[in-house]
């Protein structure tokens, strides 16, 4: 059973980089699969970040895509996502999860890490 | 705004049979990308319920059924229950914007 833990800090600053990392469990990064980010601002829907192939090529919402870098460790079997110059509007929670290839299903999230954006 | 339209709220009595639609455009749906639905309970993650519009992933009752017809979809819930009170999101592919696109959500009242 794949299992994944986002984990960052628990506040962000306006103007500063939001880093979260995604740790991966009982599959390995380098074995395939798509990789992904999704937020959820406090009592709103989802929203598609990015996502990453194993083999590097990333995938980026149009909206986000001029802050956003989503990168892959596979020394680590992590995965990363740093969004720059954040405001309120990007407090959200923060799932990482899979997908076969980025036009499927995501089948395996985390639990999701709230990152309140607030000086 | 979300490229793909849920309704806000759907409700139904226990027992009862209910559908959330969600509509797209020429772009996702109704270019063949196929549809996929969550359900979302309060503050955890969303869990899979339907991939490639009809498919349900092992432990999901067939109670729960997807299709899918020019540029929309919809998620249908037989014999709801309590439990099924959730939100549920879908989800596809846009060419236009070569990403994942979710529904803006439909809460589920049982009533």
Request: charge should be neutral; proline fraction near 6%.
């Amino acid at each position: 059973q794949v299992q994944l833990q986002e984990s960052g800090p628990g506040l962000v600053k306006p103007s500063e980089t939001l880093s979260l990392t995604c740790s991966v469990s009982d599959y390995s990064l380098s074995s395939g699969y798509c990789w992904g980010w999704i937020r959820q601002p406090p009592g709103k829907g989802l929203e598609w970040i990015g996502s990453v192939y194993h083999s590097g090529s990333t995938y980026y919402n149009p909206s986000l895509k001029s802050r956003v870098t989503i990168s892959m460790d596979t020394s680590k079997n992590q995965l990363s996502l740093k969004l720059t110059s954040v405001t309120a509007a990007d407090t959200a929670v923060y799932f990482c999860a899979r997908h076969v290839v980025v036009v499927a299903a995501f089948d395996y999230w985390g639990q999701g890490i709230l990152v309140p954006v607030s000086s | 705004q979300s490229v793909l339209t849920q309704p806000p709220s759907v409700s139904g009595a226990p027992g009862q049979r209910v559908t959330i639609s969600c509509t797209g455009s020429s772009s996702n749906i109704g270019a063949g990308y196929d549809v996929h639905w969550y359900q979302q309970l309060p503050g955890t993650a969303p869990k899979l319920l339907i991939y490639s519009s009809f498919h349900r992933p092992s432990g999901v009752p067939d109670r729960l059924s997807g299709s899918k017809s020019g540029t929309s979809a919809s998620l249908a819930i037989t014999g709801l229950q309590a439990e099924d009170e959730a939100d549920y999101y879908c989800q596809s592919f846009d060419s236009s914007l070569s990403g994942s696109v979710f529904g803006g959500g439909t809460k589920l009242t049982v009533l």
